[in-house]
C-alpha cells in the first residue's frame, strides 16, 4: 500500500463529514471524528481491497470515506463495492447523493433497511463492517443482531469487522467484547484479528473502541433457525437503558444540504431595518 497524503485525505474526508445527517442519540449514533475517520477508512479499504462489502448501518460514512478515497492520488486499494444498509432514510439518501455528485455511485450505493429484518440480499457480499449500539445495558445483545445481519450478507463464509467498546475502565465494555467473541464464535466465525484501543468517541466520557476482525472457519454453513428469528429479549434496552425498538424505519423529511446552515439556524437583519 501506498504512504497516503494526510493533508489531501484529511480535506477529502472533510467534505463526507460535511454531509453526514446529525447524529439521532435516541438511536445511539454517535460519529467519528476525521481524525479517526482516516485511519479507519484506511484500515478498512485495506482489509475490504476487492471485495463487495457491506456496511450493517452507517452514520459515520466510513463507507463513503472508503469508496471517495479510493483514486490513484490517495488509495490505490480498497473494495471492488459498498453498500450501505440503513433505517435511517437521512443517511441513505446522503450517501446516494454524494455518490452520485462525485461520480462514485458505479461503487457506492445505500439501502434503507432495519436490522430487525431479515437480510434482503443474504450471500451477496463477501465481507461486512458495523458499527452497532453497544450494548452497555443488554450485555452487547444490540451487537450481536447486527453482527448476525452481518453473517446473513456473508452467507456465512466470509469475514467481519466490528466496532465495539473497548475500554479496560468499563466492565460492561470488557463483558460485551467477551459476548461478542462467543457469539462469533458459536455461528462459525473465528477471531482473526483484534486492533484494541483503536478510536476516542468524544462524549461527555470519552470512550476507546476497538477493531474485532472476525472470519468463517473453512466450511461454515448457515444455522438452521430462520434468519428473522430474533427473541424478543434481545431486544431489550436496545439503544440503551430502557429504549426497545419502537421505530420501523426513520424517513427523512425535506432534502437538506447538510454542508450548509439550515434556514431555521439564523435569520437576517438587513441594515434598512437597523435603526
Known amino acids: 500500500m501506498a504512504v497516503i497524503d494526510l493533508l489531501k ?31 479507519q477508512s484506511e484500515v478498512v479499504a485495506g482489509w475490504a481491497h ?32 459498498v453498500t450501505v444498509f440503513d433505517f435511517d432514510q437521512r443517511i441513505v439518501n446522503a450517501v446516494k447523493r454524494f455518490a452520485e455528485k462525485q461520480r462514485i455511485d458505479g461503487i ?28 452497555e445495558h443488554n450485555g452487547g445483545e444490540s451487537v450481536n443482531v447486527f453482527a448476525q445481519r452481518g453473517f446473513e450478507a456473508t ?16 466492565p460492561w465494555a470488557q463483558q460485551v467484547l467477551a459476548n ?10 473465528r477471531v482473526s484479528q483484534l486492533q484494541p484501543k483503536r478510536h476516542r468517541y468524544h462524549l461527555d466520557v470519552e470512550i476507546l473502541s476497538c477493531n474485532l476482525f472476525l472470519r468463517a ?3 461454515n454453513a ?21 429504549q426497545p425498538p419502537k421505530v420501523g424505519r426513520i424517513r427523512e423529511v425535506g432534502r437538506p444540504d447538510y454542508g450548509k446552515a439550515f434556514d431555521a439556524e439564523y ?6 431595518e437597523r435603526s
Open 9 to 39: 485525505a484529511i480535506n477529502k474526508v472533510s467534505d463526507v463529514v460535511h454531509n453526514r445527517p446529525r447524529p439521532l442519540r435516541e438511536f445511539d449514533q454517535i460519529y467519528m471524528k476525521t481524525g479517526d475517520l482516516v485511519a
Open 50 to 81: 476487492g471485495k463487495r462489502l457491506a456496511f450493517i448501518g452507517d452514520g459515520d460514512a466510513v463507507s463513503v470515506c472508503v469508496a471517495y478515497l479510493r483514486d490513484p492520488e490517495m488509495f490505490d486499494f480498497g473494495p471492488s463495492k
Open 108 to 135: 457506492l450505493d445505500a439501502v434503507w433497511y432495519n436490522v430487525l429484518d431479515p437480510f434482503p440480499d443474504p450471500g451477496k457480499y463477501d465481507c461486512f463492517y458495523t458499527n452497532p449500539p453497544w450494548g
Open 155 to 170: 452467507g456465512y463464509q466470509g469475514e467481519g469487522l466490528l466496532v465495539i467498546a473497548d475500554d479496560d475502565e468499563l
Open 180 to 189: 461478542a467473541q462467543r457469539f462469533a464464535a458459536a455461528r462459525g466465525f
Open 217 to 219: 472457519v473453512p466450511g
Open 222 to 242: 448457515a444455522p438452521s433457525e430462520p434468519a428473522d428469528t430474533i427473541a424478543p429479549e434481545r431486544l431489550e434496552n436496545f439503544y440503551g437503558l430502557y
Open 267 to 272: 435569520e437576517l437583519e438587513y441594515l434598512e
